[in-house]
């Protein structure tokens, strides 16, 4: 029982990390109508910056985790400015090449800087493991899910609730008609793809402490984002996060009860049986059938 | 029965061709004369990085798809040949073959559901192809030796003797590029080529040429799989190891940075970047770990200022220079086949969300008959068009040419059942030749496209200018003759309205279905626009004509027809309708005002 | 000096769908309704959009005085310029609210007071401020789109075809607004294919065909133009005069 318990959470802190992945991924998606391939790097980047800073600043977790998430901001403007302003008359097939090379330059890059020896952040809650009766759960698990939680909410609050965030959702869906009534359209992506990059750090930086950080840890990153937005449907921000929580657990469990490599397939398996039969997911888009 | 003279055009892609023939020469004495074993060895293996850009040119660069599998195919091929060598002892010839055929087999089972989703799922599922694959070659360890992979493949054993490693290895491999790269000249040079220049550039174009999409990008993911394959093979009997590595995605990253940079639709590219790709970090020793990186910012320069890639820049740079056009022989034409047929529309119904844009309309043209459809904006004349086109399917109705049902089509088959569509804004690639596009057009109805007719020589030489002859024909009725070899985009209103028409009557229509065509257009033009639309009326084909400009359209159209909000609301002679009060109310807001 | 607040000077586009703007030259003054008449492809949504800045042009465009033919759309809307487009192009799922607050260019506390103002112009929003914009009827959504263009506290409204796909009654209101907004100093282009309601509101209008204005002058005058009509349907509809143009007969 306890087991299922600590799986549980488990699983649901993976998926909350996921969560921030798939987020920023469908933050750019609707912002530009391109996929963001460097999301995954991204996410090693934020895990990077969070163990650097932890090595120079002796400070708690808590403390470097704003300070990484700063960095990564600024990083996503450079994201914005190389890989998609120039292509932005382009089809999407450029920006996403774009991206992926990108994507290649920024694990090469941190492995040419850092060494390829796996790194970890500090954790964030650093103590005992909570006691609950006979219970015994990962602080590490509830603070990720904690963190996690209030990040989503407050970009949920951001966009729903700010003028800010009307201006970005106008922008993601009729860019032309957003110009019209004066808003700074190029500054509104530009902006996407920082917000993108912030929450892709903050994931990094949670999920560094369980689970080493290397270079190349992106890559399998962002294959889950894109299957958790797909599974949530594509554009959709509630179903990027319920399809990562999805796709988090899913992981755990089956991790635990078979192999990594088990799950591992299985999600692919998944994944392309959703495609097939219905690739709109929880709450997309009408499918996207070809002309 | 009439004759025709083909136009003498330069052969396209002759820079490409030249830059090959250069390239392979230099690498031909360099191995000759200079090369060590090892450069043999990275020669040899460079060899098979060109086989699998071939490939992915195939995929990528031509049907336009952003395929992730590349790599895959590209190690399901390797492993195919390990497995069999090391553990069977087959032979060259037969592991060859199944080192092919596997990816191939594989490519066609996903093939059907992948390519039916939008670009930006096919390349998830191509990349979950990848990962499964990679996976499944990590946990089979009993065959594939796991993460270690498997070592000892023998070499290349033709007829009992093994071909030695360093020159003559090199050689053997090359020979077999040079086999894949005249395949690869053969199907995507000529009509085939334009072909999916059209599709890749605009998907509505290809449609109202009648091609077969879905065809089209089978076969270049087939082809696409087929050719990493055979690169597999090669690259293990080269190596004599295989481990999984050449599944990993940093490898799929590498063959789109080959493609990208060295030019993806061009033989000269796929040469250019795997030999850059490949010596560069010979040459950059000393640059050791940052290779990965220069990759990366090169693939990202080069998509940004360069898409077409080195080639593509060198060939443009060197094609003011091309041959000059050789004069051909006129050929003689078979008569035009004329498919007559009556359009009928009963009860048409169309619903967006909860608008009705088309309520219950009825029309009808007969053969030889021009109807005007007109109506104030929003009437839904456009809908009406883009559901005869085929690009949009009613909600209730009948509609039928002839004895044919035309619902449930879809765009390319209409266009090939008989119903030519003109756009508004003409529909032209623009870097295609006129004539280039309307033989294409022809190829619908008069021959076959895509792979395996170019294969045959059904779209080259002999086929090819008869097509192109027979274009010339259609491009000098509509007075465009002199003009045809101009790319498209080049050409003004005032021309391209005629190679619109040229276009949709190429496909030897029942129909056609002209959306606006005098816009934009002068008096003169205008005059010419009737003239010649009157002639094709009086080769007994339909013609619907959906006009706002009424001096242009009541002289010309025998009948009229007109929308308001959805409905029909008058029909009948051009006179007539004019004068119809309730045509009158629509139009202008209210009962005719007069002092 | 004029005190034009809005001045077209040969204003000419490339050809498009349909034909070029060739060389338009008009003028609006604060508290008129100016109509822009003609058939569709005559070129009305084309200039509007060229005002607008979503369409390349040459020649001069001023707006209060100020040369605005460089800046960009967003630039222009924060000028003074209202835009209400052709369809509406509302935001689809954004709520009432949220629609009209995003069209605001003023800090929170201005932009409370001019949703007021607008809830007032437009009772009918009222109770459905928290509902997405599909939702709400034809009417509603015009309104909607009006109001999120006047959040703006813009000195020049465009309207391209306001009154498509609205049942006549609504038009009618709708077209009453407009005179309404106009008394208050903010100055009305708009361009309609219904020309009896457009002349019933404006003051002065122009007729566009081909690109060309064919006529221009007070609303009452066009009213009275015959060749207002031969350019709409191309054959002169008035009962006393003969029809001359042949038409040919239909095969079989």
């Known amino acids: 029982m306890v087991?299922?318990?600590?799986?549980?959470?488990?699983?649901?802190?993976?998926?909350?990390?996921?969560?921030?992945?798939?987020?920023?991924?469908?933050?750019?998606?609707?912002?530009?109508?391109?996929?963001?391939?460097?999301?995954?790097?991204?996410?090693?980047?934020?895990?990077?910056?969070?163990?650097?800073?932890?090595?120079?600043?002796?400070?708690?977790?808590?403390?470097?985790?704003?300070?990484a998430v700063g960095?990564?901001?600024?990083?996503?403007?450079?994201?914005?400015?190389?890989?998609?302003?120039?292509?932005?008359?382009?089809?999407?097939?450029?920006?996403?090449?774009?991206?992926?090379?990108?994507?290649?330059?920024?694990?090469n890059a941190t492995l040419a800087l850092f060494g390829p020896e796996p790194r970890t952040a500090p954790p964030i809650w650093a103590g005992e493991p909570l006691r609950w009766g006979s219970l015994a759960l990962s602080g590490q698990a509830l603070a990720i899910i904690a963190v996690a939680t209030l990040l989503v909410a407050t970009q949920g609050w951001l966009l729903a609730c700010t003028r800010l965030g009307r201006n970005l959702r106008a922008t993601a869906q009729d860019r032309e008609m957003a110009a019209a009534l004066g808003i700074r359209v190029n500054a509104m992506i530009a902006l996407s793809f920082a917000l993108a990059a912030a929450l892709a750090g903050a994931a990094g930086a949670l999920l560094a402490n369980q689970f080493f950080v290397t270079p190349s840890s992106g890559g399998a990153l962002i294959l889950k984002a894109y299957i958790a937005v797909v599974i949530g449907g594509w554009g959709s921000l509630r179903g990027a996060v319920l399809g990562a929580l999805l796709v988090g657990l899913f992981e755990t469990v089956v991790a635990a009860a078979v192999?990594?490599?088990?799950?591992?397939?299985?999600?692919?398996a998944a994944l392309l049986a959703i495609l097939l039969l219905r690739p709109q997911g929880l709450f997309g888009e009408a499918a996207g059938r070809r002309a | 029965m009439t004759t025709a003279e083909p136009p003498a055009a330069p052969r396209r892609g002759f820079g490409d061709a030249a830059l090959c023939g250069l390239l392979i020469a230099g690498l031909a004495l360099y191995a000759a004369t200079l090369a060590s074993p090892y450069g043999l060895r990275v020669l040899t293996l460079a060899g098979c990085q060109v086989l699998l850009v071939l490939g992915y040119q195939f995929i990528f660069g031509h049907a336009g798809l952003l395929s992730l599998a590349q790599g895959a195919f590209f190690g399901l091929g390797a492993y195919a040949t390990a497995i069999l060598g090391t553990r069977y002892h087959w032979d060259f010839a037969a592991s060859f073959s199944v080192s092919v055929l596997v990816p191939l087999a594989v490519a066609a089972a996903v093939a059907v559901p992948a390519l039916r989703l939008a670009s930006h799922y096919f390349a998830l599922a191509t990349l979950g192809l990848a990962q499964v694959a990679l996976l499944l070659v990590l946990n089979a360890g009993e065959w594939t030796g796991g993460a270690i992979g498997l070592t000892g493949v023998p070499g290349i054993a033709v007829l009992g003797e093994t071909v030695p490693r360093g020159l003559p290895l090199a050689a053997t491999v090359w020979s077999l590029v040079a086999v894949g790269a005249c395949l690869s000249w053969r199907l995507t040079h000529g009509l085939t080529g334009a072909a999916y220049a059209v599709l890749r550039s605009d998907a509505i174009a290809a449609a109202a040429l009648g091609l077969r999409a879905g065809w089209l990008r089978f076969s270049a993911f087939l082809l696409s799989a087929g050719y990493a394959?055979?690169?597999?093979?090669?690259?293990?009997?080269?190596?004599?190891?295989?481990s999984s590595e050449t599944l990993e995605f940093s490898l799929m990253v590498t063959c789109l940075a080959m493609t990208v940079i060295g030019g993806s639709t061009r033989i000269a590219g796929a040469l250019l970047g795997a030999l850059l790709l490949t010596y560069l970090p010979e040459w950059l020793r000393f640059l050791e770990g940052y290779a990965p990186l220069a990759y990366g910012a090169a693939l990202l320069a080069t998509i940004i200022a360069a898409p077409e890639g080195i080639a593509g820049a060198i060939e443009h740079a060197v094609r003011r220079r091309a041959r000059p056009p050789t004069p051909q022989r006129p050929l003689a034409l078979a008569p035009r086949r004329s498919r007559p047929a009556a359009l009928e529309v009963r009860g048409l119904v169309k619903r967006f969300g909860g608008i009705v844009a088309l309520d219950r309309v009825d029309l009808a043209v007969e053969p030889g008959e021009i109807v005007g459809l007109i109506g104030p904006n929003g009437s839904g004349k456009t809908t009406l068009a883009n559901l005869l086109g085929g690009f949009v399917e009613p909600d209730e109705g009948v509609m039928r040419l002839g004895s044919r049902g035309l619902r449930g089509l879809g765009a390319d088959r209409i266009a090939r059942e008989g119903i030519s569509r003109g756009f508004q804004t003409p529909v032209l690639p623009p870097r295609l030749s006129g004539l280039e596009l309307v033989a294409l057009a022809r190829t619908t109805t008069a021959g076959r496209i895509g792979f395996l007719a170019s294969l045959r020589g059904a779209d080259a030489g002999y086929r090819r200018r008869h097509l192109e002859a027979e274009a010339l024909e259609l491009l000098g009725g509509v007075g465009l003759a002199g003009e045809a070899l101009r790319p498209c985009a080049s050409l003004p209103p005032s021309l391209a309205w005629r190679l619109e028409l040229a276009r949709a009557l190429a496909l030897d229509p029942g129909l056609v279905v002209l959306d606006e065509p005098a816009a934009g257009l002068g008096a003169r033009e205008q005059a010419e626009l009737a003239q010649r639309i009157r002639e094709i009326a009086a080769r007994g084909i339909g013609v619907l004509v959906i006009e706002h400009n009424m001096p242009f359209l009541l002289p010309t159209a025998h009948r009229l027809v007109v929308l308001d909000r959805g409905r029909v609301i008058s029909k009948g002679k051009p006179k007539d309708v004019v004068q119809d009060p309730r045509v009158i109310a629509a139009y202008l807001g209210r009962e005719r005002f007069s002092a | 000096m004029s005190a034009d607040l809005l001045e077209l000077n040969e204003l000419s586009t490339a050809p498009g769908t349909g034909a070029g703007l060739e060389r338009i030259s008009l003028s609006l003054r604060a508290g008129e309704v100016v109509a822009l008449l003609g058939a569709n492809g005559a070129g009305k949504s084309t200039l509007i959009r060229a005002v607008m800045g979503l369409t390349p042009s040459s020649g001069a465009i001023r707006l209060a005085g100020v040369e605005i033919g460089a800046c960009s759309p967003a630039a222009r809307a924060r000028l003074g310029l209202g835009y209400v487009p052709e369809g509406r192009r509302l935001f689809p799922g954004m709520s009432v609210r949220d629609t009209l607050l995003v069209g605001a260019r003023s800090g929170r506390r201005r932009a409370a007071e001019q949703l007021a103002r607008i809830l007032d112009m437009f009772p009918d929003l009222e109770p459905r401020l928290a509902t997405p914009a599909w939702q709400l009827s034809g009417g509603q959504q015009q309104m909607l789109a009006i109001g999120r263009a006047l959040m703006g506290m813009p000195k020049v409204l465009l309207l391209d075809e306001p009154s498509l796909g609205l049942a006549p009654m609504l038009v009618d209101a709708l077209l009453s607004q407009l005179r309404a907004l106009a008394a208050?100093?903010?100055?009305?282009l708009l361009a309609e294919q219904n020309i009896a309601r457009a002349l019933e509101v404006a003051g002065r209008a122009y007729a566009l065909t081909q690109g060309r204005i064919v006529a221009q002058g007070p609303a009452a005058e066009l009213r009275r133009n015959a060749a207002l009509e031969r350019a709409f349907l191309g054959a002169d509809i008035a009962l006393s005069s003969p029809d001359t143009t042949t038409q040919p007969e239909s095969p079989q």
């Open chain 3, 184 to 188: 208050e100093g903010i100055g009305v």
């Open chain 2, 229 to 242: 394959g055979a690169a597999g093979a090669l690259q293990a009997h080269t190596l004599g190891v295989v």
């Open chain 1, 3 to 67: 087991t299922i318990l600590q799986l549980g959470l488990n699983g649901l802190a993976l998926g909350a990390a996921y969560a921030l992945v798939a987020l920023g991924f469908v933050l750019v998606l609707n912002a530009t109508g391109a996929v963001n391939f460097a999301q995954g790097d991204l996410v090693m980047a934020g895990g990077y910056a969070a163990a650097i800073l932890a090595s120079a600043l002796p400070l708690p977790g808590l403390a470097l985790l704003p300070m």
């Open chain 1, 259 to 268: 192999s990594y490599t088990a799950a591992s397939a299985l999600l692919y």
């Open chain 1, 71 to 107: 960095a990564m901001a600024l990083l996503g403007l450079a994201v914005a400015a190389l890989a998609y302003f120039p292509l932005m008359r382009r089809p999407p097939t450029a920006v996403f090449v774009s991206t992926i090379a990108l994507g290649l330059v920024l694990q």
